[in-house]
């Protein structure tokens, strides 16, 4: 018996490793870093996937906040093999499934250019936040179920005949 349980926790402690992925992208020595700002990453998190077409080229290694203009900043490491990122390439934030996690998507451009290490991705897309798009779609409901009293007495106006017009004063 003891020997299984030694068994199962060493199986678990090598999925763990397997799946946090603690591995670097590449060699580790060629790869690069730049760095996106968006105005919200949900729940993006350090060491996240940087994908292309599907095809991770990357992780995020870090995310923090611009002092200046309040927005986050996520820090993206690609490997040296993937140094031909033309410098106009979109970065979204997207969600690997309905409720998956999220990873950044490089979306490549058509400039001549490439990214270096130590570049901006100027061209961003921030996260699909679910929460956001459930507090509008409540409030424009809330607007739809009080507007159609105002609109009803709007429209039997506009079905009513005008006002006749005032008889011109005689002196």
Known sequence: VGFFVCL??????????RVASSDTVGGGK???????????????????????????????????????????????EISGDHANIPE??????????????????????GDDKSLKDGDEIKFTQSAFVLENLIGQFLTSMTQKDSSPKSDQGSTQ???AAPPPAPAPKSK
């Open 8 to 17: 199962g926790v060493a199986a678990i402690f090598v999925l763990t490793f």
């Open 30 to 76: 060629n790869n690069y870093r730049v760095t996106a700002k968006f105005d919200t990453i949900g729940n993006l998190s350090s060491g996240a996937s940087v994908k292309i077409a599907g095809v991770r080229i990357g992780r995020v290694r870090g995310i923090g906040i611009d002092p200046t203009t309040f927005q986050a900043v996520a820090t993206l």
């Open 88 to 109: 106009d390439s979109t970065a979204k934030i997207l969600t690997a499934g309905l409720l998956g996690e999220q990873y950044v998507g490089l979306e490549p451009g």
């Open 157 to 159: 106006n506009q079905n």
